[in-house]
């Protein structure tokens, strides 16, 4: 991968606000058997300087003795085709605000602090189920020069011959997705974006990209 050719279709994309409502359902296939995980833009705080670990614990850095702050999560899940199979080998760019509602990047206008011992960045690539696994701490929610954005984890998901950029929202917050806009604006489509609860802070959530 090079970075020159990521950026490119990530700025590409970026500008591409999807109508993700009106295409999430069926998308390319007549097939199609799932909904498709509805497009977001990739928003301000893509952390393309990123130089830190990438893997797949948020909470926990190299020579760090202490945890990130916040409630640890687990969120797992898989990646498929709108068929249901699942994609082997995937790769998610997944990033996130730490607890405090902050992102490790220069351009967050947020005063809420940062967490040294918080990983906000990091790269999963999937198994031969299509599965993934992520542990990290709930994100908090934040103002941001486009509105009040409910706790969300961004990722950026290539499958075999697609590429999507997706947001996941918490069950348990559906007072504050209600007012948040990005959310909204999925209309229909939102539900796909949420993930479900699976109990003791653990959540799963597939995202379902159309190859074809
Ligand atoms: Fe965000």
Known sequence: ??????????????GALTTAASTAV???????????????????????????????D????????ERAAGQVIEV????????????????LDIWQANTHGRYAHPQDPAVMPLD???QGFGRITTGSDGSWHLT?????????????????????VTGVDSRKIVQMYFPEDEKMNARDELLRALG????????SALGDHRYKWDIVLIES
């Open 58 to 65: 948020f909470t926990r850095l190299a020579g760090h003795a």
């Open 26 to 56: 069926l998308g390319k296939g007549a097939l199609a058997q799932v909904a498709e995980t509805p497009e977001s833009p990739i928003g301000p705080f893509y952390p393309s300087s990123y130089r830190g670990e990438t893997d797949a």
């Open 116 to 118: 040294p011992h918080f």
């Open 136 to 156: 990290t701490v709930k994100p908090g929610s934040y103002d941001s020069p486009i509105g009040w954005r409910t706790p969300h984890i961004h990722m950026d």
């Open 76 to 91: 797992m899940g898989r990646v498929l085709d709108a068929r249901g199979n699942p994609i082997v080998g995937a790769q």
């Open 188 to 195: 229909g489509a939102a539900p796909a974006s949420v993930a």
């Open 1 to 14: 991968m090079t970075h020159i050719s990521r950026l490119s279709r990530r700025a590409f994309t970026a």
